[in-house]
T-cell receptor, first 109, second 110 residues
Framework: DAKTTQPNSMESNEEEPVHLPCNHS???????IHWYRQLPSQGPEYVIH???SNVNNRMASLAIAEDRKSSTLILHRATLRDAAVYYC??????????FGTGTSLTVIP | DGGITQSPKYLFRKEGQNVTLSCEQN?????MYWYRQDPGQGLRLIYY???????QKGDIAEGYSVSREKKESFPLTVTSAQKNPTAFYLC?????????FGPGTRLTVL
């Protein structure tokens, strides 16, 4: 069973905010929520992570639902360089990271 | 520069041959991971190692083997028992809660 569920693809206009959703209804109380992004033929790149509280960094914001069964990655102003596949991932206490199938983000100029 | 290196970037092998993929890191990370990625799919965990001389199977370990004799190195062997080895292989290391990935090796078995 998939631990995370994401839409296959999304589009956004350049310089507009993007909200990428993720469902993780079977998350345990100690699992961290991570987001990574991947460009074609490259390794994934860390974006942000959190446990319970919303998180902000220079790349993005992470909004975590109160019941932790879903989360949303927010890119405040999409640029062409943000076009990538975005993965929502759960990390357990054994340091295993479970990747979903990701959302392919297209940014329209 | 600190980072993770994987070599080679592209690798071709004949069916039935074992092949070893290299992964080296100079980040002083204890944990290292191997993932497999098929076209249009997410990453699936093959093996991971939390510390030198110790490693655990991931979700798709059958047909693969690893060793962790040094902190810096975590080579992956794709054996002839792996029925569908053509894929993109990614190595990662981690400290605290963040994983750092190498550039990947694209293995094609002919």
């Amino acid at each position: 069973d998939a631990k995370t569920t994401q839409p296959n693809s999304m589009e956004s206009n350049e310089e507009e905010p993007v909200h990428l959703p993720c469902n993780h209804s079977t998350i345990s109380g100690t699992d961290y929520i991570h987001w990574y992004r991947q460009l074609p033929s490259q390794g994934p790149e860390y974006v942000i992570h959190g446990l319970t509280s919303n998180v902000n960094n220079r790349m993005a914001s992470l909004a975590i639902a109160e019941d932790r069964k879903s989360s949303t990655l927010i890119l405040h102003r999409a640029t062409l360089r943000d076009a990538a596949v975005y993965y929502c991932i759960l990390q357990n206490t054994g340091n295993q990271f479970y990747f979903g199938t990701g959302t392919s983000l297209t940014v329209i100029p | 520069d600190g980072g993770i290196t994987q070599s080679p970037k592209y690798l071709f092998r004949k069916e039935g041959q074992n092949v070893t993929l290299s992964c080296e890191q100079n980040l002083n990370h204890d944990a290292m991971y191997w993932y497999r990625q098929d076209p249009g799919q997410g990453l699936r965990l093959i093996y991971y190692s939390q510390i030198v001389n110790d490693f655990q199977k991931g979700d798709i370990a059958e047909g693969y083997s690893v060793s962790r004799e040094k902190k810096e190195s975590f080579p992956l062997t794709v054996t002839s028992a792996q029925k569908n080895p053509t894929a993109f292989y990614l190595c990662a290391s981690s400290i605290e809660d963040t994983q750092y990935f190498g550039p990947g090796t694209r293995l094609t078995v002919l």
